[in-house]
């Protein structure tokens, strides 16, 4: 059931609840949304197409898809007030920290779509969400750069309305890259749900208490940012930055030797899974998107590319990670591609974070519809103090 968690002795794994939305085989590499496979929908459908299905079940007939974008494009905007709550944020606050501040403030703005028993204001609360974090994104580093906020463009697609909002400005004339906006949305479509991460179970343990939408949300961004979970992606280019500056390809040998140290917590970042003990079907898919935008950059031979490969490379072969089922994640080229299309590394996990609130209000909207849900409740292994009486101070 929702938040009843069964402990197995063997290992502190954790069966959270019964979902229809997402499965994984972690033997197997395999990622279906809806019963479909990732490379499927990554190759064939947009970002749109796979929040409607996320959230619906069924992937949308053209009429319904129109409706839908129709709806996103009429919220994409937020509130004017909401603009000033960025005042309140050093100009070099982390984009995650704008990201946990602003969404869970959306719950102050919109009265009209907080009562999660109306399905209705459910619906509502989910467009609002799925419409404006792209523009929350964006506004947080526009604030960060000190350039003035670009308002949503309604005839531009999700993706290449996000590139606008970013990089255009009032003086200068910007159309968004189609190739770069395609490969954006696949980014999206990558990172849209995975099944009971960290982050969803976060949402799904803060919604069963019937907290609003906006508040679980950001309480999902709050626990994405950390770096074994959504913040990997930044941490796993800062790794590849460190290595090119103590040398690149010719200090591979030595960083692996350090990771593979018992006595160091050197991880490879990028690396290894909690349910893959294969290759992640994302990773794959992000290394052919890297290679679409870097060939469309010009940036065929970017060093940091080539070290990541080469590093891909020795890793798979190395008995240390063989061994331990170790394989490229969603994160291993994630940020190489984002780092290509000048989205700064501060922002990776924020444009993480965005893509999985699809993922996040399905899941958060299954279990607030399981009529048998109740408040999630973990039980412990008490391992404290036995039972004992207080003493009185001067006898202590
Ligand atoms: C995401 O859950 C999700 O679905 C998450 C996510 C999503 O879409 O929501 O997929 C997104 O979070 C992907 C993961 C991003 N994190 C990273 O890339 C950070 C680097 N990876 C590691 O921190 C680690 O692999 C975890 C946290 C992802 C998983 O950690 P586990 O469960 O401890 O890994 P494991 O049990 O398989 O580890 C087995 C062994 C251990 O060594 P031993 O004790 O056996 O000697 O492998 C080692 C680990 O120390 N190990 C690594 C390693 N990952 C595990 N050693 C070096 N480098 C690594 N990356």
């Given at each position: ?158 993706s290449?309305?996000f590139l ?16 770069l906006a395609?490969a954006l949305d696949?980014i999206l ?152 299309m ?55």
């Amino acid at each position: 059931k929702t938040g009843a968690f069964t402990f197995d002795p063997g290992f502190m794994s954790t069966a959270a609840c019964k979902s229809a939305i997402t499965y994984i085989d972690g033997d197997k590499g395999e990622l279906l949304y809806r019963g479909y496979a990732i490379e499927q929908l990554a190759t064939n459908c947009d970002y749109l197409e796979t929040c409607y299905l996320l959230k619906n079940g069924e992937l949308p007939s053209k009429a319904q898809y129109d409706v839908f974008t129709k709806t996103v494009r009429e919220h994409t905007m937020v509130h004017e007030q909401l603009t000033r709550l960025y005042q309140g944020f050093r100009r070099d606050a982390h984009p995650m920290a704008i990201l946990v501040g602003m969404v869970g403030s959306l719950s102050a703005y919109y009265q009209d779509s907080l009562d999660i028993a109306n399905p209705e204001h459910r619906d509502v609360a989910a467009m609002r969400l799925i419409a404006k974090l792209p523009t929350i994104t964006a506004m947080a580093y526009k604030y960060t750069i000190g350039e003035p906020f670009m308002f949503p463009r309604n005839d531009l697609d999700y993706s290449s309305n996000f590139l606008h909002m970013m990089f255009a400005t009032p003086c200068e004339k910007y159309e968004p890259n189609p190739v770069l906006a395609r490969a954006l949305d696949r980014i999206l479509i990558l990172h849209a749900d995975h099944e009971q991460n960290a982050s969803t179970s976060t949402v799904r343990l803060a919604g069963s208490s019937g907290a609003n939408p906006f508040a679980c949300i950001a309480a999902g961004i709050a626990c994405l940012w950390g770096p074994a979970h959504g913040g990997a992606n930044e941490a796993c280019v800062a790794m590849l930055e460190d290595l090119m500056a103590q040398g690149g390809v010719e200090k591979i040998g030595e960083f692996i030797a350090k990771v593979k140290d018992k006595n160091s917590s050197v991880k490879l970042m990028g690396f290894g899974h909690r349910v893959y003990k294969n290759y992640d079907p994302r990773a794959k898919l992000m290394r052919e998107t890297c290679h679409e935008v870097l060939n469309e950059l010009g940036l065929q031979d970017d060093p940091m590319f080539k070290l990541a490969m080469a590093l891909e490379k020795i890793a798979l072969e190395d008995e240390y990670f063989v061994s331990r089922k170790l394989y490229p994640n969603v994160d291993f080229y994630s940020g190489i591609v984002q780092k290509a299309m000048g989205i700064p590394v501060s922002l990776f996990t924020g444009i993480f974070a965005m893509a999985r609130t699809i993922g996040w209000i399905a899941q958060w909207n299954e279990m607030i519809g399981d009529p048998e849900q109740k408040i999630g409740r973990p039980r412990q292994l008490y391992t404290g103090a036995p039972h004992r009486d207080v003493k009185p101070m001067a006898f202590r």
